[in-house]
């Protein structure tokens, strides 16, 4: 007998009036929104501008999406590929399929163009939004319970997830929320992440290298209790084999960088004198921009300063 379990809702998307207002694409935009102020409190703290976190993730989110989007679909083809499918559905990203793997790695891309275009070091920037993303992620999973997706095994524990739908598939019944277990590993590696950057000054990316190896930790027991189908290899699924490489490449830039460039950047963002360049002119300490005028007349003020001092001398001689 079941005594307690986690609702699923009963729909995905709910209607304010002619607008549909999908459980998922909520999440995600959400995510996005608390990445963005997390990474620019951050950003700040390290000495960065205002509004910097948002220009850069202007160019990371697109490409982040487009790359999740485009790891689902290659991983999963036959969700719209074979027969009786509609290859269209692949363009439906509101209906869920977001692999992480492909949003890191062509939100990377993005990320690089716009750091490039600010003259900004990526990996400063990465460190900065790092435990961003994983409260990002924490959200974006709650998507999927709106979709009654990412169960595990059947169990009767008391926080199971009852699954009601039917179709593509699903059976009806009660399972290990994996998509809960995977939101709440996310807001503990954030958690980390803060306290082992505040602890160790991380820097020159080993703050996010450190996010990145410790949500592959949790990815992998996660993928592990998962019964959708998989393509699998050697008996572990694609994402498992995919979490253990990702999980050996962090931790080898964390080591290689600890010992190639220790410390923290002291400047992460190009500065031009007492101001601040923002590719449209130097902007003073208050961040107003200078006045070539104003300039000038100091110029010649401090040459008439020179020379009436120069004639003093020479009095005195």
């Known amino acids: 007998m079941e005594f307690a379990y986690i609702p699923s809702p009963s729909r995905g998307v709910v209607d304010l009036g002619p607008i549909p207002l999908r459980g998922y694409a909520f999440c995600i935009i959400i995510g996005v929104f608390v990445a963005v102020w997390l990474g620019n409190k951050r950003w700040i703290a390290r000495g960065g501008r205002p509004g910097t976190v948002a220009d850069i993730s202007v160019w990371a989110v697109p490409f982040g999406l487009v790359g999740g989007r485009l790891y689902h679909v290659i991983t999963d083809y036959q969700l719209y590929f074979s027969d009786g499918r509609d290859w269209v559905d692949a363009f439906k990203i509101w209906e869920g399929g977001l692999g992480i793997w492909g949003a890191i790695a062509f939100g990377a891309v993005g990320a690089w163009i ?5 003259g900004i070091p990526l990996p400063a920037w990465a460190d900065a939004l790092a435990p961003g993303i994983a409260v990002a992620q924490a959200i974006g999973r709650w998507g999927n319970w709106f979709n009654q997706e990412l169960y595990g095994r059947e169990t009767d524990l008391p926080w199971a997830l009852k699954i ?3 179709e593509d598939g699903r059976v009806p019944g ?8 995977e939101s709440l590993w996310c807001v503990g590696v954030a958690v980390l992440v803060i306290w082992a950057d505040r602890r160790f000054r991380l820097g020159h990316g080993r703050a996010f290298a450190l996010y990145v190896a410790s949500y592959c930790v949790g ?3 996660i993928e592990y209790m998962r019964v959708d189908d998989a393509h699998e290899f ?3 699924r694609l994402n498992n084999w995919t979490a253990l490489a990702v999980f050996v490449l962090a931790v080898v830039y964390l080591v290689v960088s600890a010992r190639t460039r220790p410390g923290r950047e002291e400047v992460v963002e190009p500065l031009t004198g007492s101001g601040v360049s923002d590719g449209d ?7 107003e921009p200078s006045d070539p005028a104003d300039t000038e007349s100091d110029s010649v003020a401090a040459d008439a300063k020179s020379e009436g001092a120069a004639e003093s001398a020479a009095e005195k001689s």
């Open 219 to 221: 990815r992998f027991w």
């Open 164 to 166: 009601t739908s039917a």
């Open 281 to 287: 002119g130097v902007k003073d300490k208050e961040g």
């Open 174 to 181: 009660t399972y290990h929320p994996t998509f809960l277990y």
């Open 234 to 236: 050697l008996g572990l």
């Open 114 to 118: 716009g750091c490039r275009r600010r």
